[in-house]
C-alpha cells in the first residue's frame, strides 16, 4: 500500500545553477562559432531543453500533491576521488578549468553556465547520498531529483546534455566504498545509456539493462549485438526500439528480459537511470505514466527478491515538464509502496463483462 516503503527524494538547489543560454558570451573558439551558425541557421528562436524549470515543476507537484512515505533530503557535492572512478583525471581537469565559464562542450548541445560545474559535482555526489540512503537503511527507496542527467557522459567526453555520469559514479561509489558486489543499472530513458555502456563496457559486476529508441535516434548506440566485451561480455543488455514503442513492449522487455537476466546476475543494488522522454509527451516513446508506474513494480520487485529492496533511482531526461513531473510522481508513488496495475488493464473486467453478457445477441435463435 502506498506509505508503506519510506522513500527520500534527494534535490540541492544548486543543480538549478546549471542555465546554458543559448545567447550567452561564449568563449572564442571554431566549435563555438560552428554551434551559432547552427543555431542562427533553425529560423525560430532555440532556447536549452535542459534547463532548471524541469526540477522545478518536479518539486511543485510534489508539493500540490504529496506522496504519503516520501521525505526531502538535500544533496551533496561530489569529491573529485569519486568522480575519478569513472571519469578520467584528464577529463575531469578539463571540466574544472570551465568553472565559471559559458562555453559549448561538444556539437551535441552539451553546454555549460559559470554555476554547471558545481551542479554537476552536486548531481553526481546527490546520486551518491541516493544510494548511501538505501544501502544504510535510511530508505528501502531514493531518488536523486539532479540535473544536468549524467547517462550520456562518457569517461573522456561530455555529451548530450551531461557532463558527469551520475549513475555510474554512484554504482561506482557503491562497490568502491559501500560494499555492494554486484550492481543493477536499468535505464528507461528514451535515448540510450552510450556513457554508462562504455564505462561499464568490461566489467561482469555491472548489469546493464536499456530499453531505448533505435538508432540513428540519438546517441545512435545501443545496438542488440552491443553486449559487453572481455569480462564483461554478457552484461550489457540493449533492447533498441521503434518509435511509437509503448507501455507493451517496453513491459515486455522489462518481464522477458530485465526479470530473468536480474534474476540470474542476483545484484546487491538495484539503480535506474529513469528518464521520463519516454513519455508520448516528448515524441521519441510512447510510454504513459501507468506504464513508469508497472516498471517501477518489475524493478521494485527485483530489488527485494535479491537486496532488500535496495532501490535508488537517478533522473535523467524528460523535457516536457508535465510528462517529467507527472512520471516522476507516478513513479514516486510505487516507490513508496502503491501497488498498480498493467496500463492496459482498467477497463477489461469491464468488457470481459460486456462479452458475456452480450455474448448470444448476433448468434441468431
Ligand atoms: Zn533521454
Known amino acids: 500500500m502506498i506509505g508503506d516503503r519510506e522513500v527520500i527524494l534527494f534535490h540541492d538547489p544548486r543543480t538549478l545553477a546549471h542555465q546554458p543560454d543559448a545567447d550567452a558570451a561564449f568563449l572564442p573558439g571554431r566549435l563555438d562559432r560552428r554551434v551559432r551558425e547552427i543555431l542562427s541557421g533553425l529560423g ?9 524549470g524541469r526540477l ?31 571519469h578520467t583525471t584528464s577529463y575531469l581537469d578539463g571540466i574544472q578549468a570551465l568553472r565559471g565559464e559559458n562555453a559549448w562542450l561538444d556539437v551535441d548541445t552539451t553546454a555549460v553556465s559559470p554555476g554547471s560545474v558545481e551542479a554537476a559535482e552536486v548531481a553526481a555526489g546527490t546520486a551518491i547520498a541516493a544510494v548511501e540512503a538505501v544501502m544504510t537503511g535510511g530508505a528501502r527507496g531514493a531518488f536523486a531529483a539532479v540535473r544536468p542527467p549524467g547517462h550520456h557522459a562518457e569517461s573522456v567526453r561530455a555529451r548530450g546534455f551531461c557532463l558527469f555520469n551520475n549513475v555510474a559514479v554512484a554504482a561506482a561509489h557503491a562497490q568502491a566504498a559501500l560494499g555492494c558486489r554486484r550492481v543493477l543499472i536499468v535505464d528507461w530513458d528514451a535515448h540510450h545509456g552510450n556513457g554508462t555502456q562504455e564505462i561499464f563496457w568490461a566489467d561482469p559486476d555491472v548489469l546493464f539493462f536499456d530499453t531505448h529508441r533505435a538508432a540513428p535516434f540519438y546517441p545512435g548506440s545501443g545496438a542488440l549485438e552491443d553486449v559487453g566485451g572481455g569480462l564483461g561480455e554478457g552484461y550489457t543488455v540493449n533492447v533498441p526500439l521503434p518509435g511509437g514503442a509503448g ?6 522487455a522489462f518481464r522477458e528480459i530485465l526479470v530473468p537476466a536480474a534474476d540470474a546476475f542476483r545484484p546487491d543494488l538495484v539503480l535506474v537511470s529513469a528518464g521520463f522522454d519516454a513519455h508520448r509527451f516528448d515524441l521519441a516513446l510512447n510510454v504513459s505514466y501507468e506504464g513508469f508506474a508497472s516498471m517501477t513494480r518489475i524493478v521494485r520487485d527485483i530489488a527485494d527478491r535479491h537486496c532488500q529492496g535496495r532501490l535508488a533511482m537517478v533522473l535523467e531526461g524528460g523535457y516536457h515538464t ?44
Open 44 to 52: 525560430a528562436k532555440w532556447s536549452y531543453p535542459e534547463h532548471p
Open 56 to 86: 522545478r515543476a518536479v518539486l511543485e507537484l510534489l508539493e500540490r500533491e504529496p506522496v504519503p512515505g516520501l521525505r526531502l533530503a538535500p544533496g551533496v557535492a561530489a569529491t573529485r576521488e569519486q568522480l575519478a572512478r569513472v
Open 247 to 252: 507501455d507493451m513492449a517496453l513491459l515486455k
Open 322 to 365: 508535465e510528462s517529467l513531473a507527472r512520471g516522476v510522481h507516478a513513479t514516486l508513488e510505487v516507490m513508496a509502496g502503491a501497488d498498480p496495475e498493467d496500463p492496459w488493464a482498467p477497463g477489461l473486467g469491464a468488457v470481459d463483462e460486456a462479452v458475456a453478457f452480450h455474448r448470444d445477441a448476433f448468434n441468431g435463435p
